[in-house]
Nanobody, 119 residues
Framework: QVQLVESGGGLVQAGGSLRLSCAASGSINSINVMGWYRQAPGKQRELVAELTSGGSTNYADSVKGRFTISRDKAKNTAYLQLNSLKPEDTAVYYC?????????????WGQGTQVTDSS
C-alpha cells in the first residue's frame, strides 16, 4: 500500500509558476513510476508527466518545456514544477504511483490539488 498526499495548488496568473508536492508513505520502495495527472471540468483525467524509478521522464505535449517532474527519494516526495502557466492548465492535479507485485500492477492516487488561473 502507498499513500499519497498532494499540496501546493492555488491561484496563479497566466505566465506564473507553481510547485506541487506529493508526499508518499507506506511501501515506497516498491514504487515503479510516479506521475502527475490532471482533470479539468468536463474533461477526462490526462497524464501530465511521469518519472520512472530509473529516472526516465515522459511529458504530455501540452506541457513540454514548461513543466518539470522530479523526485526527492530522501524526502519520499515527488514534485511538479509548473512554469509559464496558461489558462488551460486550470485543473485538479493528482499524484499517482504505481507498483508491481508479481504480475499485478497497482495504481495509487492522492486526493488532488486544485490549480486555477486567476487572470
Amino acid at each position: 500500500q502507498v499513500q499519497l498526499v498532494e499540496s501546493g495548488g492555488g491561484l496563479v496568473q497566466a505566465g506564473g509558476s507553481l510547485r506541487l508536492s506529493c508526499a508518499a508513505s507506506g511501501s515506497i520502495n516498491s514504487i515503479n513510476v510516479m506521475g502527475w495527472y490532471r482533470q479539468a471540468p468536463g474533461k477526462q483525467r490526462e497524464l501530465v508527466a511521469e518519472l520512472t524509478s530509473g529516472g526516465s521522464t515522459n511529458y504530455a505535449d501540452s506541457v513540454k518545456g514548461r513543466f518539470t517532474i522530479s523526485r526527492d527519494k530522501a524526502k519520499n516526495t515527488a514534485y511538479l514544477q509548473l512554469n509559464s502557466l496558461k489558462p488551460e492548465d486550470t485543473a485538479v492535479y493528482y499524484c499517482n504511483a504505481n507498483t508491481i507485485t508479481g504480475m499485478t500492477l497497482y495504481h495509487y492516487w492522492g486526493q488532488g490539488t486544485q490549480v486555477t488561473d486567476s487572470s
